[in-house]
Every structure is written in structure tokens, then in C-alpha cells.
């Protein structure tokens, strides 16, 4: 047990191992006693929108692999780093609270304190020992911690409920110390990848619509997706919100019709639920097996661990 925390995870039992599927070991996860999935690819055909499949499929959903194969976990630094001055808008973003520009804008707005003075000059400089408040609580500066958890089913996405129901907090209450916030959020029924971390610039980053991050879905329906429906959604659904377009879909091979891959990079409320629903589809379970480049691989359900620093200078140059 010691040896699995100073490597940063907290290891299962070997009985707990999740099985993974075989449409993440296209994607470079190894599986054991699964359904081996080939997802096709799907072709729009002039005015008739008939859908062919090609036997290797699309090479865009099957050239994804883990970033990279460090094991090597992100540092800890000693209470002794970190001591000079900072930027106080990086000060501000690395207490989770928000991003540098949104931290730069409190600063102008004239709503942060430092040592009991209202401060509005960006560029300011604070140091750890100096009494930083914003919306009269104190902010705490802290190393930044980022983890990588596979959310089970029944666990709602926030830090904290007034109705006490179990929330993801529970999970990587063990973690660290630091306090942490979840990367978007997967609704109480959805299970699969979910990142936390105090990292305001990066989680903006990874949540903004602009930057495209990729997320990858496996979804079991109700009924058999049908092709001509297929061919609809890979055009694109209208919603109430607007027209909902998704990367890529496609059958799992030796699967029935039901269970399907999806790929997009919308980030909208329940987007994926509510492409299916739209058509008169109930999903029946959801999970999400690629974030932004990172797998499930290694990582059963309900645990978590901390993401590598070459995991981590990949999101920081994302774009």
C-alpha cells in the first residue's frame, strides 16, 4: 500500500479490475474477456444518406493510444518551493478559483485584497506569507494537483450537495490535500473519465468550446440504432439549443446494433443523452472512455490517479 501511494495511485484489488473493450484497445488499451470492436465507418452517399461500412474502419477513431508511456507521476514539491513572489492573478488562478484573465478581472474590478488593502494593478506580486481575499474569504495558494478519476455510476458532479447525496469528492477524498474541482462535469447516471485539479487556467482551457477537446463515448441503447438514423446524427441533429454535430459514430463489431461509439467535442448540458432522445432513443448506459487524450487504460471503476507530467504538458499544448 505504501509503495502504491508513493507512486501517486491508489491501486485496486485485483478482483475489482474493469474489463475494457476492445474499442480501447484500438485505442491502445489492453483488455482481457471482451468483445472485440471494430467501429466502421460511416459514409454519407449522395441525396439518399444510405450508409456503407468499410471492414478497417475510420484510421481517425483507431490511431488514438495513451500519451505516452511514462509512468512518471507529477512531483510533489517540498514546502520550501514555491516560496518567492507570484504574479497575483496566477496566485488567484492556482487556488481553483477561476483563470488568470478571469483573475485579472477581479483584479480591475477592485474586489481582491491582499494584506487588508483592495489592490487593482495588474501585474502585482504577492508571496505566500501575504493575505490575499477575495469576496472577503482568504485564498489559499497552493501546488497545483491534477487527477484522473473513472467515475462510477450514482455519484453526482460537484464538491458539495445540499440534498447529501454522493458526489465524486468522495472518491478522491484521499488525493491530496489541496482542493480540488471537477473538469466539466458527467451526470449522476454516466460513468467513465472525469479530471479534477485547483488548475482555474487549465481547466478553462479544457472546458471552453473553442479549443475542441475530444471526448469519446460508448453508448448502449435501448433498441437497435437503425442506419438511416446513424446517418442522421453523423449530419447533424437539431436540438432545442441548436444543431448538435458530432465527430464520428459508429456500430461496435460483434455487438448488436445497440451499442454504438460516439466522438464529439460539444460540451453542452446531457448533449449526448439528448442526440438519442431527440431520434426516440433511451440510453440505457453512458460512459465515456477518452477525455481530451487521456484512456481509461490501467484504471478501473470507482479509482483514480494522478496524471503524468507528459500527460500534462500535452493538455498545456493543446490549442
Not at 468550446?209 to 437539431?238: F, Q
Not at 460483434?254 to 432513443?281: M, P, Q, T, W
Request: proline share 3%.
Amino acid at each position: 500500500m505504501e509503495q502504491n501511494k508513493r507512486q501517486g495511485r491508489n491501486t485496486p484489488e485485483k478482483e475489482g479490475t474493469q474489463k475494457t473493450s476492445g474499442y480501447q484497445r484500438k485505442k491502445g488499451i489492453p483488455g482481457k474477456n471482451d468483445r472485440k470492436i471494430n467501429f466502421q465507418t460511416v459514409e454519407k452517399s449522395g441525396d439518399s444518406g444510405d450508409l456503407r461500412s468499410k471492414k478497417n474502419g475510420d484510421k481517425r477513431f483507431l490511431k488514438t493510444k495513451p500519451i505516452g508511456k511514462s509512468s512518471k507521476e507529477l512531483k510533489r514539491p517540498s514546502s520550501s518551493e514555491g516560496e518567492g513572489l507570484v504574479r497575483l492573478n496566477k496566485y488567484i488562478a492556482n487556488s481553483g478559483i477561476c483563470s488568470r484573465r478571469e483573475a485579472d478581472e477581479l483584479i480591475k474590478a477592485g474586489v481582491v485584497m491582499v494584506n487588508g488593502k483592495i489592490v487593482t494593478e495588474l501585474g502585482t506580486k504577492v508571496s505566500r506569507s501575504d493575505k490575499v481575499q477575495y469576496d472577503n474569504q482568504v485564498i489559499r495558494n497552493e501546488r497545483l494537483v491534477y487527477v484522473l478519476l473513472n467515475k462510477p455510476k450514482g455519484y453526482i458532479t460537484t464538491t458539495d450537495d445540499p440534498f447529501d447525496r454522493k458526489t465524486v469528492m468522495a472518491l478522491v477524498s484521499d488525493a491530496c490535500k489541496e482542493r480540488i474541482y471537477p473538469v466539466g462535469r458527467l451526470d449522476r447516471n454516466t460513468t467513465g473519465l472525469l479530471m479534477l485539479t485547483n488548475d482555474g487556467d487549465l481547466a478553462k482551457k479544457l472546458t471552453h468550446p473553442k479549443h475542441n477537446v475530444r471526448k469519446v463515448y460508448h453508448v448502449e441503447l435501448d433498441k437497435a440504432l437503425s442506419k438511416a438514423d446513424m446517418v442522421k446524427i453523423s449530419k447533424g441533429v437539431e436540438l432545442e439549443d441548436g444543431i448538435a454535430r458530432v465527430d464520428d459514430i459508429a456500430y461496435e463489431e460483434g455487438a448488436s446494433k445497440r451499442e454504438v461509439g460516439i466522438e464529439l467535442h460539444l460540451g453542452k448540458n446531457r448533449i449526448v443523452r439528448r442526440i438519442f432522445e431527440s431520434l426516440g432513443y433511451e440510453v440505457v448506459k453512458l460512459d465515456r472512455v477518452i477525455f481530451a487524450g487521456l484512456t481509461k487504460k490501467d484504471l478501473p471503476r470507482g479509482k483514480w490517479r494522478f496524471i503524468t507530467e507528459h500527460e500534462l504538458n500535452y493538455l498545456r499544448m493543446l490549442k
